[in-house]
């Protein structure tokens, strides 16, 4: 069975900095892909950044080159370093792995698995 285990949410001052980490217990296929949605109240689940297995990144639009996302070396694991971060970016952070990246053209069905997500609390 495959669970995603999230931490370093948390309580942070307007321009302050935070580290999300998030790593895949069980067996995942090898090519995939890995990131961060976040959701707040009354908005839609958006993507915060992504990574493939492959380095191929992707970011949400309001990051504005103040998040970057790496992985390990070994092992399915994922990091997302936050600074500068803003009361708008107060929600509930969820990683998401899946397969197949978007940077590997096959025909088989995404599939998906979600952590249970960590609350990202900005105050101004």
């Known amino acids: 069975q495959v669970q995603l285990v999230e931490s370093g949410g948390g309580l942070v001052q307007a321009g302050g900095s935070l580290r999300l980490s998030c790593s895949v217990s069980g067996n995942i296929f090898s090519m995939n892909a890995m990131g961060w949605y976040r959701q707040s109240p009354g908005n839609e689940r958006e993507l915060v950044a992504a990574i493939t297995s492959g380095g191929s990144t992707d970011y949400g639009d309001f990051v504005e080159g103040r998040f970057t996302i790496s992985r390990a070396n070994v092992g399915n694991t994922v990091f997302l370093q936050m600074n500068g971060l803003r009361p708008e970016d107060t929600a509930v952070y969820y990683c998401?792995?899946?397969?197949?990246?978007?940077?590997?053209?096959?025909?088989?069905?995404?599939?998906?698995?979600w952590g249970e997500g960590t609350l990202v609390n900005v105050s101004s």
């Open positions: 998401n792995a899946w397969y197949p990246p978007w940077d590997i053209k096959v025909s088989i069905p995404r599939v998906d698995y």
